[in-house]
């Protein structure tokens, strides 16, 4: 008995994978919008570097763990990987940045509990990557 193959139904990105995909592009995202000529500045040190090739990496005052602030524009910032991963994304001295007000409003926010659905994702996902196109 021959058996007719199903087409193969394209399925929906599980959250995860939303989640890596709206990081990339926000990523993205932050250093365009940050650099001038291409150069970014880290907010910490003030190393400067190619946005998508010179060590900038898309640095969190707040911990990306906390869905509430995770992509907050205010709360991610330009950073080298020295100050950003090996230094543990010298939080004082990007709180000196922020400035007094915004560093502890955006503490309180990271304390709200935030979930995403996969629509919401979806659609940051879109408007970033709109954004990015701009920003090119």
């Known amino acids: 008995m021959l058996r007719k193959t199903m087409p193969k139904n394209s399925k929906k990105p599980t959250r995860s994978k939303l989640v890596k995909k709206l990081d990339v592009v926000f990523s993205q995202y932050i250093r365009l919008k940050n650099s001038k000529n291409d150069i970014c500045t880290c907010v910490t ?40 991963m090996f230094r543990s994304g010298e939080q004082y001295k990007y709180s000196l940045y922020l400035g007094k007000q915004l560093s502890e409003n955006l503490h309180q926010k990271s304390n709200k509990i935030v979930k995403f659905t996969s629509i ?3 659609e940051m996902f879109q408007h970033y990557s709109d954004e990015v196109k701009k920003l090119l």
């Open 45 to 84: 040190c003030g190393k400067k570097g190619h946005w998508k090739t010179g060590g900038i990496q898309a640095g969190h005052f707040m911990s990306r763990k906390h869905y509430s602030t995770r992509w907050d524009e205010d709360n991610v910032k330009p950073q080298c990987v020295g100050c950003n």
């Open 120 to 122: 919401e994702l979806e």
